[in-house]
Each structure stands twice: as C-alpha cells, then as structure tokens.
C-alpha cells in the first residue's frame, strides 16, 4: 500500500469516519479546512512515529508538512532517507 494510501486511510479513520479514503482529495488543505488542528497535527506526528518509526521530534519540519497528504508522504519519504555520512 502507498503512503497516500495509508494516509487517506488514516486521516478518514480519525478525522472523518463518514468519507471515503479514496474521496479524500491529497492535495485538500487539512490545516484551513479544519479537519486537522494544533492537536491533530501532534497526533499524527505520534501515528508516524508509531507507524514509519520515524521520531519527528527532532527533526525539522513545520506546519507546512502536515497541510496536505502530499506534504505529509513527501516529509515522511524525506525522513526515510539515509543521511550521507563523511567518509
């Protein structure tokens, strides 16, 4: 399953249960259209950490990275890549 995917499943699931996944639009602004808020914003920040085991604490993002389902994969794909290390 894609990461969309799995995020238009998690999002309708907690922030609304009456619409279908596949109606959920990636490029809608969650943040302006209040289906996500300050609060939601933290517990996807949980969900990812528990689903991708990413830990977005430390890393740097903003609200920006939550405002569309795009914004969320592409901040998640961006954390799954491995840090060039010096040689």
Not at 38 to 66: C, E, M, P, Q
């Amino acid at each position: 399953m894609s990461t969309i995917r799995e995020l238009q499943e998690h999002i309708t699931e907690t922030y609304l249960p009456d619409v279908d996944p596949s109606e959920l639009d990636r490029e809608l602004d969650l943040l302006d259209s209040g289906v996500v808020d300050s609060l939601g914003v933290l517990r996807l920040i949980a969900w990812i950490d528990k689903r991708y085991g990413l830990a977005l604490g430390n890393a740097d993002v903003t609200l920006d990275d939550f405002r569309t389902i795009s914004a969320i994969s592409d901040l998640i794909d961006r954390e799954r890549r491995p840090v060039a290390r010096p040689m």
